[in-house]
């Protein structure tokens, strides 16, 4: 009996120590979300590389190394966010996302006009406003009513092989994520 209350004690203890250990942890790995890393790398509305570039780590892990990718963080109570690509790529998709990492929308290729990628995310207010009287340079994109304020747009290419690289590197450095009044 008294090797069985021991056991039980020493039990407990160490599971409070471990219980303990994970809570002054938790701080430490909630700064390190996509938001935060992001925000450390650039400001609202600038296109950045996901991928690890040779001398620092990648801001967010768990890339597909199939696929190279950029993001930018937007804030839509400035305005509507238009999100364009040039050229052509094997497959390329898109992901809106809130604050708190949660997917708001995702489509692809498939989805566009001619394959090209432009895409406008906004508010359900700003789109009834964009509905009244659609702006120029709005006709071929892809809306995204989003329900969120601050987000992030993650825009991905497929690399098949290495020689589509410089083509996919090429149309995700000349992506861009522009602040638009209307």
Known sequence: MGKLLHAIIIGLI????????VLLLVPEFSERDAWSNLS??????????????PDSPAP???IDPLFAAAACRFDLSDGVVQVTAPG???????SVYDRNGHNIYSFNDRS?????????????????????A??????????????IEEGIV??????PDESWRPAVTKFLSQSSCDLQQF
């Open 134 to 147: 659609l702006p120029e340079g709005f006709e071929g994109s892809i809306f995204v009513e989003a329900p």
């Open 60 to 62: 967010i892990k768990s």
């Open 112 to 132: 566009a006009t001619s394959g090209q990628m432009d895409a406008v995310v906004l508010t359900p207010a700003q789109m009834i406003e964009m509905r009244k």
């Open 88 to 94: 052509s790529v094997p497959f390329w998709s898109v």
């Open 40 to 53: 450390m790398k650039a400001d609202f509305y600038a296109m950045t590389r996901l991928d690890a570039e």
């Open 14 to 21: 160490g599971a409070a120590i471990v219980h303990i250990a």
């Open 154 to 159: 993650v825009l991905r290419a497929f690399v």
